[in-house]
């Protein structure tokens, strides 16, 4: 089973105003374990930022001046979800940027996102699970004992690993562990911020037999059930007819 936890940083609120995608971020959960294989590319949106938005992630116009546009990483990005599916926390927001970015290359030849992977929204499995309270990414966290106290600003990689913590949580799984000693990040380390993680291990289940006594008193508490129905226990029928 491959999933890939997506997030994406942009210029603004509404891809319809002209806003861009700034940052994609991805990384990929094969059998519910982090596999250590990521996606990360800051873009060049060809436009100004929204100043409202710099607050809310870091990234200006200059840092982002030499980086790629869009168009250089489509064929990248789409290879690395293809037949995925993608865990997205409010998925319209994201997924309708990426449409957005699809749809306006030039020649055509691109579908929209959802013919390549299915896409689970990680926001309305939070809504069902927990109605009528906050389910941002952050009261995830705190929900569900996630840490992201390293999380400064909003950043595409650094919110896809939150999120994949989070998503685990929410339906079961073990979440990843983070290593032990890992220094602070270096110059043009960006968000990703020196995060390192190893997926848990599960381990194996260790079966333990009944013992003779055990079985005994197993016996008398199913004939004491039987006698007390009327000579009704499932238990005891069961295996005789």
């Not at 996606?39 to 710099?54: N, S, T």
Request: proline letters at 3%; hydrophobic letters at 35%.
């Amino acid at each position: 089973m491959r999933q890939i936890i997506l997030d994406t940083e942009t210029t603004g609120l509404e891809p319809e105003e002209g806003h861009r995608i700034i940052e994609i971020g991805c990384v990929e959960l094969l059998d519910r374990r982090l596999s250590g294989n990521k996606f990360h590319q800051y873009l060049d949106p060809e436009r100004e930022i929204d100043e409202g938005a710099v607050q809310v992630h870091g990234l200006t116009g200059e840092f982002l001046a030499d980086k790629p546009r869009f168009s250089d990483v489509v064929a990248d990005l789409i290879a690395y979800v293809r037949g995925a599916e993608l865990i997205i926390h409010n998925a319209p927001f994201d997924v309708g940027f990426i449409n957005h970015e699809l749809k306006a290359l030039p020649g055509g030849g691109w579908e929209s996102l959802e013919h390549y992977c299915e896409i689970t929204d990680t926001l309305a499995l939070a809504r069902r699970l927990h109605p009528g309270q906050r389910n941002s990414l952050d009261a995830l966290c705190k929900r569900y004992d996630v840490d992201n106290s390293h999380r400064d600003l909003h950043g595409a990689l650094l919110d896809a690993e939150i999120l994949a913590d989070v998503y685990l949580a929410m339906t079961g799984g073990q979440t990843a562990l983070v290593l032990e000693g890992v220094s602070e990040p270096g110059p043009g380390e960006g968000v990703d911020r020196g995060i390192r993680r190893l997926a848990a291990e599960r381990s194996v289940l260790r079966v333990v037999r009944a013992s003779g006594e055990e079985l005994q008193a197993h016996e008398s508490r199913l004939g004491a059930i039987d006698k007390a129905s009327g000579g009704k226990c499932l238990w005891l029928t069961r295996g005789t007819s």
